[in-house]
């Protein structure tokens, strides 16, 4: 397209889908992302394409199992509470293997929690959402045109692996409004010879199911599962390193809008001649552990951990430092936003200097 | 001499595991003779339900989904939208349908969802081993109504054809039994309705088949088909409960 | 003379066939199917009483019958 339009979040989200080919789009409203439903209701008809606003969200997921089953491309949209709901679908879909995208704009938690802003998802999404052994790639954009991006990739790596794959915003990234850009691309869509989209001649019928009555059976099916995600760790990692070519005094592991929040704090603590450093993960499941690798040895007080959450993350970035450096962790929940002072007083408290 | 009554194509030659004497087996045969007899086996995508019926897919020669527990409309839903010029069917007991599925059978019905739903009632949950269900009789003693259902505590027997016929989206319900020859010739003629009005674009069809559960009922079979004739057809009346077939487009 | 065959390796004897059908020609075999079951048949005495009606066949879960006319 070549051309910059100023676009709210979630619109952008829909743009995206339909871009990407997105042929289904079965949702539920729940505050911050219910301009995304809103979005698709006027667009897909337009375009011949389906969107349904489910029931709840358990239905809207359940529409996205049956629609991806016969081969088509679609995708269902939520926030926490109703991510929750979802896990069980997300779970058949996987056992499944079928593609599909599923957006999360995390709000504050637990329970009915907050409408504002949160990245307390984490734990959940990174294990996979749902019941059993399984993994879901979670993508974090943590600018419109990379949530536009990455949803595109999203449609592509889904249908690669024939897996669900989330993108995972907040919702100041559902909200806010920003250039994009939405640029020509190939789509990768396979042929799915495994689709459940009728016989037409076919001489045996194609099921899709994820019961395995047979415990061998079932353990086969894991064994061929665990093949596919060992081999998205390989390929799916994506991450940004920022300002760490030289020695850093602390590294921040951040993603989404407290990257950008963190970005801020660097540019000033550089004015009083800290140098701070970021490793922002992009792809949340597979955990970029090279960028670590990468940076481990650059950071003189380890790495601080910012999220907006009680602390989800910091679990993994402890796993992967293995203790060898230290790994702090500062946050806000509820859905409040981290201030940059706040977390620069963080930052000097752990380097041991004076507030 | 020429063969009058066979296994239908549908069917895949395989042994069920269905109880013997379980309806199940007679109600898959007649949607079955139907997808034969109305040529769409091609175009049928059938979804089955959890249950005892879960294996259905293994049983259907057509392309078929396995749902998650009270999913199948859902799931059919999302099939149909995206694919309008395929049969969709979602084949769906008193647990999957009536309990846990509550909202989703309403609200593809209230849609008018253009698929058809066969829905297998038989008073108990049979694959989980003889709980109470939804449509429970009164005073039935099941596994987790062991004085027999009391309705001050657990409620009434839900009677789902009646119920979804109050929804503008439904355009046929009706409900059968599969306990004598006449009634089985009687339920078929149902199903065929319910998938003609699929064929015909004219919304959503549900046929309600009171069945046997003589295992968990503790029955033999044809003892079971007694207690269905003596208990069931009483409370869950057989008939045509909603058809604006004609008035439809 | 209609006929109706019984693939009796199938027959779970649940009987449905036999209470079906209205000339009471259908009974247990005396002998145990592979699955343990009695499987349901017509004797050749009584198949000359059939016609071919296909009630069993109509009753029956497990597709066992298959009837000619």
Redesign the interface.
């Known amino acids: 397209m070549g051309e910059k339009v100023l676009m709210k979040g979630n619109e952008a989200i829909g743009e995206a889908a339909i871009r990407a080919n997105c042929k289904g789009f079965f949702g539920y409203p729940i505050t911050p992302q219910t301009e995304v439903s809103a979005y698709m209701a006027k667009k897909m008809p337009k375009i011949d394409r389906v969107f349904l606003q489910a029931e709840s969200e358990v239905a809207a997921i359940n529409m996205v199992y049956g629609a991806a089953g016969t081969g088509v491309r679609c995708m269902t949209s939520s926030s926490s509470p109703g991510i929750s709901l979802k896990a069980e679908g997300v779970s058949y879909i996987a056992g499944a293997e079928l593609p599909c995208v599923i957006i999360d704009i995390v709000r504050g938690g637990p329970g009915l929690g907050s409408i504002q802003p949160a990245q307390s998802d984490y734990h959940q999404v990174t294990k996979g959402l749902g019941h059993g052994d399984y993994n879901m790639p979670v993508f974090a954009p943590a600018s419109i045109q990379e949530m536009v991006d990455l949803i595109m990739d999203a449609f592509d790596v889904a249908d690669e692996y024939r897996n669900p794959v989330m993108v995972m915003g907040d919702g100041m990234l559902g909200q806010m409004m920003e250039p994009v850009e939405f640029k020509e691309r190939e789509l990768k869509e396979p042929v799915k010879p495994w689709a459940a989209n009728g016989l037409a001649g076919r001489a045996e019928h194609n099921v899709i199911n994820s019961l395995y009555l047979s415990p061998e059976a079932l353990e086969l099916h894991n064994i061929h599962l665990q093949k596919k995600f060992k081999a998205m760790k390989e390929n799916l990692v994506r991450y940004e390193l920022f300002n760490c070519d030289d020695d850093c005094d602390l590294i921040f592991v951040a993603y989404g809008t407290t990257a950008r929040i963190c970005k801020s704090v660097i540019s000033y603590a550089a004015k009083d001649g800290i140098k701070l450093g970021l490793v922002r993960p992009i792809s949340l499941w597979p955990f970029p552990v090279e960028a670590f690798d990468k940076t481990i040895a650059k950071t003189k007080h380890g790495y601080l951990s910012v999220e907006m959450s009680c602390g989800q993350m910091v679990d993994d970035v402890r796993a992967v430092v293995m203790g060898k450096k230290p790994v702090e962790f500062y946050g806000r929940s509820g859905g409040m936003i981290p201030e940059p002072m706040d977390i620069y007083d963080k930052v000097k408290e752990i380097m041991g200097g004076v507030k | 001499?020429?063969?009058?009554?066979?296994?239908?194509k549908a069917?895949l030659d395989v042994?069920?595991h269905?109880?013997?004497?379980?309806?199940?087996?007679?109600i898959?045969?007649l949607v079955a003779e139907v997808i034969d007899e109305l040529g769409i086996?091609?175009?049928?995508?059938g979804?089955a339900p959890v249950g005892c019926s879960?294996l259905a897919?293994?049983y259907?020669?057509?392309?078929?989904?396995?749902?998650?527990h009270g999913?199948a409309p859902?799931?059919?839903?999302?099939?149909?939208?995206?694919?309008p010029d395929?049969v969709v069917f979602t084949y769906q007991g008193d647990g999957d349908l009536a309990s846990i599925g509550t909202?989703?059978i309403?609200?593809a019905a209230n849609r008018g969802e253009n698929i058809t739903t066969i829905f297998v009632n038989n008073c108990i949950y049979g694959m989980t081993g003889g709980q109470m269900a939804p449509t429970t009789l009164i005073g039935q003693v099941t596994e987790t109504s062991p004085y027999g259902r009391d309705a001050k505590s657990t409620g009434y027997p839900i009677r789902i054809a009646e119920m979804l016929s109050t929804l503008e989206g439904a355009t046929y319900i009706a409900r059968v039994s599969v306990d004598?020859?006449p009634n089985?010739?009687k339920a078929k003629q149902a199903i065929k309705k319910a998938f003609q009005i699929q064929l015909e674009g004219k919304g959503f069809a549900l046929v309600e088949v009171l069945s046997i559960c003589p295992t968990n009922w503790g029955l033999?079979?044809?003892e079971a088909?007694d207690w269905l004739r003596a208990n069931m057809i009483p409370y869950y009346s057989l008939g045509v409960k909603k058809d604006k077939t004609e008035e439809v487009k | 003379m209609p006929r109706v065959t019984f693939r009796e390796e199938i027959c779970k004897g649940c009987g449905h066939c036999i209470v079906a059908c209205p000339k009471h020609i259908i009974s247990f075999a005396d002998r145990l199917n592979a699955k343990g079951y009695k499987p349901a048949t017509v004797t050749e005495d009584k198949m000359k009483d059939c016609i071919g009606c296909a009630s069993c066949g109509r009753m029956c879960p497990d597709c066992v019958i298959t009837v000619e006319k």
């Not at chain 2, 001499?1 to 239908?8: E, L, Y």
């Not at chain 2, 859902?74 to 694919?83: L, Q």
């Open positions: 001499m020429a063969v009058v009554f066979d296994r239908p069917l042994s069920t269905y109880c013997p004497g379980c309806t199940h087996g007679i898959h045969r086996i091609d175009k049928t995508i979804v879960v897919y293994n259907f020669a057509c392309d078929m989904f396995e749902a998650a999913r859902a799931c059919a839903t999302g099939i149909k939208r995206t694919n395929k909202a989703e309403v609200h004598t020859v089985v010739m033999s079979p044809l088909m």
